[in-house]
């Protein structure tokens, strides 16, 4: 077994993992390694010539209670069904921290695929610390916007943010997650809709400074998974803030 970079010349067995193991189409996964893949940022284990496992990341920023941070969104881990409980993510993930560390990165990121990951993120040192949050609106006049529009406002909220936690990625990062999404302008911040089966799950709000317009709760759902790399956040802090915390990577 070994450990290796990624380059141009592996972006085919990187390719036939992906396609394997999760249900994305062909087209997605070109858009992925055209824009965003970097090979400095990808982590590769091969058996012999067989590509059995993988992990990239991205960047992001955070602001946490007025500290900025620099974040790693980890992304498309991935490792063959019949190489599973072989130990492959342990030492990718073990070089991965490794790596993060030493760039002086604060936290690492994922939004697990199943809700049953969570738990084996856990073993690694991650915690829930990210919500995602279904509300039901009615009766409130929002005018739609663009997402272009919608990124403006949270880059904007993103530099003016005082409290909680938000995050933030690239612009084209943004723009390519929230296709098929829609969104909605209110008073400099927005809310973003993702149409899921009859109903829209509310799942992003950029207001840094107070809560969003009048909404039903419905509930709070583990969405995402924090790495805390130099011990910046407060979950209890994080709890008492959740009216005004954007919690979520779109």
Do not use: Q
């Not at 955070?62 to 069904?81: C, E, H, I, Q, W």
């Not at 400074?209 to 979950?235: H, M, Q, T, W």
Request: charge should be neutral; include cysteine.
């Amino acid at each position: 077994m070994k450990t290796v970079k990624g380059t141009k010349k592996r972006i085919a067995d990187m390719k036939k993992l992906w396609l394997e193991v999760f249900c994305d189409d062909a087209d997605f996964v070109d858009v992925f390694f055209e824009k965003f893949y970097r090979p400095s940022k990808c982590l590769l284990r091969y058996d012999g010539k067989r590509l059995v496992s993988m992990l990239f990341w991205m960047d992001v920023s955070a602001k946490y209670n007025r500290k900025r941070l620099k974040g790693a969104y980890l992304y498309g881990v991935a490792t063959s069904p019949d190489e599973r409980h072989a130990g492959h993510f342990s030492h990718l993930h073990e070089e991965f921290i490794n790596k993060v560390s030493e760039k002086k990165y604060d936290f690492v990121a994922a939004i697990p695929e199943k809700e049953s990951l969570f738990s084996f993120y856990k073993r690694f040192g991650y915690t829930s610390f990210f919500r995602r949050c279904e509300y039901s609106v009615s009766g409130i006049d929002f005018d739609e916007i663009t997402p272009e529009e919608a990124w403006e406002r949270k880059s904007a909220a993103f530099a003016k943010s005082r409290v909680g936690f938000s995050l933030l990625e690239s612009r084209e990062m943004f723009l390519e997650t929230v296709k098929g999404h829609r969104f909605f302008g209110f008073d400099g911040g927005y809310f973003a809709f993702c149409k899921e089966g009859g109903r829209y799950t509310f799942y992003d709000v950029c207001d840094p400074d107070k809560c969003a317009p009048d909404y039903n709760f419905v509930r709070y759902a583990r969405s995402a998974v924090l790495y805390d790399i130099n011990g910046f956040f407060d979950e209890e802090f994080s709890e008492r803030e959740k009216p005004i915390i954007n919690y979520l990577l779109n």
